[in-house]
């Protein structure tokens, strides 16, 4: 490991403990856990009711039941896939996934995704899981929406301040609560439904919109991956923990988004000025449960939280920032927490429209990167690039890849509020495909331009 730059300070498997140090690689004396426990730390984050919201904007666009049902099995499936490879990351290098993209970005050219992903999930997704958790805390205890905000952000902001092993437990022994209330939940909304509905929205440019909003928040967990493996001993089999994580990430995400269709068949209303569907959603259940439910969803708001500023603050720290301390990742954690909370109390007002935009934008980002990504894995065929993660190279290859992805599938294919693309103004029923434009192109341009440097190993 001697190109790699390693972790000070002690740390080991102590859960209250201050976890040390930023993005460099774990020393082997730190390294802990099993592969399985990755199925715990991927299903607690999506047992909420953003991942049950989901669900519902599929029928809420017009979908039949089934529609949505296919469209949420293919944008899980592709989401999951990836995760699968990504993870395998972590226990061979053990350094977090960002700092892993330098491989086919280089050093400043990674700037650029983790920009990206220091503020999609640090800040973005953050806010998004906080909306819901307030909403629930709301519901369930009479505060207001701010002040429940405001304890929401508190307790998740604590959590990924002290670091990783308590990130970890929390995850781990908040999923049996969560798992049993859902699943009850699941069965009473399910045989209070009326899946025969039929579909009232253009086919197929309503289901390739959600098949989008599907992918982006599963696969918005894709840049997080090696984060949660980096700390597993480099015996572990990699491909277990892969496992362990797309399983975990796939199963929690399609049951409950299947439960979200099914609940607007039963009567959940859409986000707006006078509605709450988090209230709509646990008023379909007798009044002990439904008080059970609200309390599961903001336990699993802080678990989806804790994993969005934790690696929000591994992202921002990859950027490049030195913050001059031992305790860097806790305080942009600190940081990061306080503009998720500004951005989450401003987009109180109009949830709905604004989740729906967020997840389209994230997969619109995710696609390119992910197309760099797995073109420099192919091109080097499972060779080692742990000397390139901390060295002042560069690869051009990378960056022009990805920008020119983006670029030109937004231009073309994007369908959301803000932007029309090209096509889907011509064509409405084109839906929004710039995701999977956008990772083909990157995926093509990265193989050809960077294939003679990644097949030399540099």
Not at 186 to 192: D, E, L, T
Not at 307 to 318: K, R
Not at 329 to 346: K, M, P, Y
Not at 404 to 428: D, R
């Amino acid at each position: 490991m001697a190109n790699l730059e390693i972790r000070e300070g002690e740390y080991g498997d102590k859960v209250m403990a201050l976890e040390p140090g930023g993005i460099e690689s774990i020393p082997a004396k730190d390294r802990h856990g099993k592969a399985r426990d990755l199925f715990a730390t991927w299903t607690s984050p999506n047992l909420e009711f953003a991942t049950i919201y989901v669900g519902a904007l599929g029928v809420f666009f017009g979908m039949s039941f089934t529609q949505a049902v296919l469209g949420i099995i293919i944008g899980n499936g592709l989401g999951a896939l990836s995760q699968y490879f990504l993870t395998q990351d972590g226990p061979k290098y053990g350094v977090p996934q960002m700092v892993m993209g330098r491989a086919a970005f280089g050093k400043l050219g990674n700037i650029l995704p983790s920009t990206f992903n220091a503020g999609a999930a640090g800040i973005g997704w953050f806010a998004v899981n906080s909306v819901s958790g307030a909403f629930a805390l709301a519901t369930l205890t009479k505060l207001s929406a701010t002040v429940s905000l405001v304890i929401v952000v508190l307790i998740q902001v604590a959590i990924a301040f002290i670091g990783h092993n308590l990130v970890q437990t929390v995850e781990k022994y908040l999923a049996p609560y969560l798992v049993v209330v859902f699943a009850i939940a699941a069965i009473i909304v399910i045989s209070k439904g009326h899946m025969g509905a039929h579909a009232k929205g253009a086919f197929p440019g309503a289901f390739l919109v959600f098949v989008g909003a599907v992918y982006g928040y599963a696969a918005g967990w894709n840049p997080f991956s090696s984060d949660y493996s980096r700390y597993l001993p480099a015996t572990e089999d990699p491909k277990k923990a892969g496992r362990s994580a797309s399983l975990g990430i796939f199963v929690s995400c399609t049951i409950l988004q299947i439960v979200g269709a099914a609940a607007v068949t039963a009567g959940i209303h859409d986000y707006g000025a006078k509605t709450n569907p988090v209230a709509d959603f646990t008023g379909l259940m007798p009044s002990w449960l439904g008080k059970l439910i609200l309390l599961g969803i903001v336990g699993g708001s802080i678990c989806a939280n804790v994993l969005n500023i934790y690696s929000g603050s591994m992202s921002f720290l990859t950027i490049g920032f030195k913050l001059g301390s031992g305790q860097r990742r806790a305080l942009s954690a600190v940081l990061f927490g306080i503009a998720g909370f500004l951005l989450a109390h401003s987009a109180m007002n109009n949830p709905a429209n604004n989740y729906e935009n967020f997840l389209l934008v994230m997969s619109y980002w995710i696609g390119p990167w992910l197309g760099v990504i797995f073109a420099d894995k192919v091109l080097r065929k499972g060779a080692s690039v742990e000397r390139l993660l901390f060295s002042k190279r560069e690869n051009i290859a990378g960056p022009v890849a990805f920008v020119l992805g983006a670029v030109i599938s937004i231009w073309l294919f994007s369908n959301q509020k803000y932007y029309t693309g090209v096509v889907p103004k011509h064509n409405g029923n084109f839906g929004d495909l710039a995701f999977p434009v956008g990772f083909l192109l990157a995926f093509v341009t990265y193989y050809i331009l960077g294939a003679k440097k990644a097949k030399a190993g540099n």
